[in-house]
């Protein structure tokens, strides 16, 4: 799941993997993003960046603008297939992630990488987003005619097991 939050102040990405609760995140001002779009060689400006990606995001079979999520291990592959040549990149922190917004026009091809950092997520979150899952499929089997077992002895082992 991704969070795009924009405002004056800048752009926020939030980005959640389902299964795992794993998060990654990164805040760019508004300077920092027309820097980053002037080095790529098709400067745009802040507003202009923001709703190409919000567009890119809430219209995935829109042909001009795309995102894609990549490691850092899919940047070095694309970075190889494309002939980059000299040393290969190690990165430091090899757990960030790239959301990469891609423009095209009938003249132009732009990638603007945008990085985001793991952060760590609380315990207490962890266990909610537990309780979450087991409620969801508890509703589930409900709404399919089934009778949840939420008050079994198992599921009350497995979420004092979780959370030691």
């Given at each position: 799941?991704?969070?795009?939050?924009?405002?004056?102040?800048?752009?926020?990405?939030?980005?959640?993997?389902?299964?795992?609760?794993?998060?990654?995140?990164?805040q760019?001002?508004?300077?920092?993003?027309?820097?980053?779009?002037q080095?790529?060689?098709?400067?745009k400006?802040?507003?202009?960046?923001?709703?190409m990606?919000?567009?890119?995001?809430?219209?995935?079979?829109?042909?001009e603008?795309?995102?894609d999520?990549?490691t850092c291990?899919?940047?070095e592959?694309?970075?190889?297939?494309?002939?980059?040549?000299?040393?290969?990149?190690?990165?430091?922190?090899?757990?960030?992630?790239?959301?990469?917004?891609?423009?095209?026009?009938?003249?132009d091809?732009?990638h603007?990488?945008?990085?985001?950092?793991?952060?760590?997520v609380?315990?207490?979150r962890l266990?909610?987003?537990?309780?979450?899952?087991?409620?969801?499929?508890?509703l589930?089997?409900?709404?399919?005619?089934?009778?949840?077992?939420s008050l079994?002895?198992?599921?009350?082992?497995?979420?004092?097991?979780?959370?030691q």
């Amino acid at each position: 799941m991704l969070q795009v939050t924009v405002d004056e102040s800048g752009l926020k990405l939030d980005l959640e993997e389902k299964l795992t609760g794993s998060i990654w995140a990164g805040q760019y001002t508004p300077e920092r993003l027309e820097e980053l779009t002037q080095k790529t060689g098709s400067f745009k400006e802040f507003a202009r960046f923001s709703q190409m990606l919000i567009d890119a995001v809430l219209q995935p079979n829109n042909t001009e603008v795309k995102v894609d999520l990549l490691t850092c291990q899919d940047l070095e592959q694309l970075r190889r297939a494309h002939g980059g040549g000299g040393k290969s990149m190690q990165p430091v922190n090899n757990n960030r992630r790239f959301l990469v917004l891609n423009y095209k026009t009938i003249y132009d091809k732009v990638h603007y990488p945008l990085t985001l950092s793991f952060e760590e997520v609380p315990q207490e979150r962890l266990r909610l987003r537990f309780v979450i899952r087991k409620l969801r499929s508890e509703l589930e089997i409900y709404r399919r005619g089934g009778t949840p077992n939420s008050l079994t002895d198992d599921w009350m082992k497995e979420s004092v097991s979780y959370k030691q």
